[in-house]
């Protein structure tokens, strides 16, 4: 796998409909910032809340403001209702619409953050890793 492809910020969805700019405001080619597919080998570990989903008022104060994921963890943001900002801001400074049906996932030490952009904002968190080594191995 490339590093390039490790430091992009990717979505799951075929076509990425939301749109995305860069945070000079200058549109962004969709295909370079968000449709690159979950890798396939790796295992979800935990959940954000662990049942239910963040509305408005709920949303953790680190999932606003600056924050990344350690090397080898990965984030699926699946918005269940309304409309969730994400913004990248390391290494490229880009800005992505999440609704229901586009799930956004954050790379490993790519730095992000998130802003409702609805009232009615509902969404949790997934968190992936890779698969541990068979000890068979």
């Known amino acids: 796998m490339s590093r390039s492809f490790l430091t ?15 945070l000079s405001g200058t549109p962004t080619s969709a295909r370079a910032g968000v449709l690159q597919p979950l890798p396939s080998h790796m295992q ?7 049942t239910g989903t963040f509305v408005k008022d709920t949303i953790p ?3 606003r403001r600056r924050h990344n994921l350690r090397e080898g963890t990965w ?10 900002l994400f913004r990248t ?20 030490q790519v730095y992000h953050e998130v ?10 968190v997934v968190f992936h ?3 541990e080594p068979n000890a068979a191995d």
């Open 8 to 22: 992009r910020i990717v979505a799951r969805s075929t076509y990425f409909t939301g749109g995305s700019r860069s």
């Open 44 to 50: 979800p570990y935990k959940r954000l809340p662990p």
């Open 61 to 63: 104060a680190g999932l």
């Open 75 to 84: 984030g699926q943001l699946n918005v269940v209702r309304g409309r969730l």
């Open 89 to 108: 801001l390391e290494p490229t400074a880009e800005e992505f619409e999440l609704s229901p049906g586009q799930p956004g996932t954050i790379e490993p």
């Open 115 to 124: 802003e409702p952009l609805t009232d009615d904002i509902e969404f949790f």
């Open 129 to 131: 890793k890779l698969p």
